[in-house]
DNA sequence: TCTTGATATGTTATGTTATTACGCTTGCGG
DNA sequence: CCGCAAGCGTAATAACATAACATATCAAGA
């Protein structure tokens, strides 16, 4: 059965490092936490990982998080989800929650058409606190 | 009558210089853009900028948006919107719409109640075109 | 009045995130 | 073989943000 760490076999090699990193992160990471990660393996500059991420987000196979500079593997098994994706971030454990909304897509897709906006990308991220650090304050 | 230019009494100086700055601009500002705006009133390091935008922002009279690591004045008139604000922001012309819908907060709400997530913040930033540079193009 | 605490300020240095520029390599179709 | 596209390696630099420390201002409240 497919797994959410499955790699595309495609990938190059600073790809799959990058993506494997990410995938075995608890949390986000930065890029230059990535690198450091990534050392062992041979990588000595931000760009190498700068490069594999652009292609992985490009792919859907990762997320920026932009209120974090970080970023994320998909959540989504398939790595195939479109439109609006929204992050629930727990500032306490670092965890990150990834969920599609269909209202709130077609809620901004009405605000668009009414403004004659052309959406290209949305970024949508709650932050706050997860059920678990909620309990445990 | 009100206009959202207007600057509250109260600020520091910096503070007001920093919300002027900002208030004068089309569009979003970089902390080092103001900086350089200001330099003519006696501003020379970055941290003077910051301490004044994290007040401003603090108070609803600016917002950080992530996506652009810049800033923007408050869209409303008394800056008191409280909850979710969202931003439609124009790759063509630089321009950022500012609106709220409670429609997307309600469902947002209604999301968090479920997993018992705690929101503390939440940003939303629509990247496009607006009509005027769809138009254009 | 004198002290004390809270808030704002100024300055230097440093830390963190991201990109530009350039050249080399690899794989693939003409 | 040639020309092109995509990827890679490296160095340098740009852009964004904070730490640390010293000083200034002002409003309680003893
Ligand atoms: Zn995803
Ligand atoms: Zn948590
Ligand atoms: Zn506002
Ligand atoms: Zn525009």
Redesign the interface.
């Known amino acids: 059965m497919a797994h959410s760490h499955d790699v595309p076999s495609d990938l190059t090699r600073n790809q799959g490092l990058v993506l494997g990193a990410l995938n075995h992160s608890e949390g986000p990471l930065s890029a230059y936490d990535i690198l450091d990660k990534l050392r062992g393996d041979g990588l000595r500059a931000p760009l190498q990982v700068y490069r594999a991420l652009d292609k992985l987000v490009e792919r859907g196979l990762a997320h920026r998080l932009?209120?974090l500079n970080a970023f994320v593997a998909c959540a989504d098994e398939h790595c195939h989800r479109k439109g609006l994706i929204?992050f629930?971030i727990?500032?306490g454990c670092g965890k990150v929650?990834e969920?599609a909304?269909a209202?709130?897509e077609d809620?901004?897709g009405d605000?668009?058409s009414a403004?004659?906006?052309?959406?290209?990308?949305?970024?949508?991220?709650?932050?706050?606190?997860?059920?678990v650090c909620?309990e445990a304050a």
Chains 1, 2 share one sequence.
């Open positions: 932009e209120s929204a629930a727990c500032e929650d969920f909304d209202v709130i809620r901004l605000w668009a403004k004659g906006f052309k959406v290209e990308r949305t970024t949508m991220e709650i932050r706050g606190k997860c059920a909620v």
